[in-house]
């Protein structure tokens, strides 16, 4: 039986009303993860020399060395006069970090602001020359660190699993029984979050000074990892 005009037009306004709230109801909104503000973190450092031989060995006798093999001391200056023996290079450490992100940090770029704490590697000479220096002790090191840093992210809601990467530099103060000094450094890294929790990877170039006994330098190369709880 066909429909009459009348009601031909009351099942079109009927379709037009109902059809947006079919379609809104079949609109699927992906859930967004919750901005973080803060990061701390507890660290594991492994550290490597960077020109030992140059910085601090070569600062500390006053000229350029080389080093040796086959014998019971590593370096020696290029006359022979003077030989350093390393009797500890300590290459394992411990530090924290808190990380926060003014502008939070769940999608995209956004900037980071790092201070940690960090122990430096104990590092033990003996030196037989000519010169007024026949030992030398770095113990009980730290480094109070600061940075500024990218950092750019692409977290998951809820307990699903993120990423992040980041690049920052920075500068720091040198705390140790034989003297307090400074460095400057650059890091570098990246990791994995799921939820509030994480682990991070990173690799710090970091030029450190200090002036006593001597004026002298060393560059350290810890790589860490760091497990993060973010809020």
Do not use: C
Request: without cysteine.
């Amino acid at each position: 039986m066909p429909l009459r005009k009348g009601q031909l037009i009351i099942t079109t306004f009927w379709l037009l009303s109902v059809l947006p709230s079919i379609a809104s109801a079949q609109t699927y909104t992906e859930p967004q993860p919750r901005r973080q503000f803060v990061t701390v973190s507890y660290d594991w450092l492994y550290t490597n020399p960077l020109h030992f031989g140059d910085h601090p060995v070569g600062d500390l006798v006053g000229g350029a060395v080389a080093s040796v093999r086959g014998k019971d001391y590593d370096y020696e200056t290029r006359d022979g006069a003077t030989r350093i023996g390393v009797d500890e290079f300590g290459r394992r450490g411990n530090g924290v970090g808190l990380t926060v992100y003014p502008f939070g940090l769940r999608t995209g770029a956004t900037l980071g602001l790092r201070g940690s704490v960090e122990q430096l590697p104990t590092i033990s000479l003996t030196i037989d020359g000519p010169g007024s220096l026949d030992s030398y002790a770095l113990t009980n090191a730290r480094a109070f660190d600061a940075s500024a840093g990218l950092f750019v992210a692409d977290r998951s809601a809820g307990w699903g699993v993120g990423s992040h990467a980041f690049i920052a530099g920075g500068i720091g103060r040198i705390r140790s029984d034989l003297s307090d000094g400074r460095r400057y450094f650059a890091e570098a890294g990246g990791g994995l979050t799921s939820g509030p929790l994480g682990v991070e990877l990173s690799v710090k170039f970091a030029w450190n000074r200090l002036p006593e006994p001597v004026e002298h330098r060393f560059m350290t190369v810890p790589v860490t990892i760091r497990g993060t709880v973010s809020f």
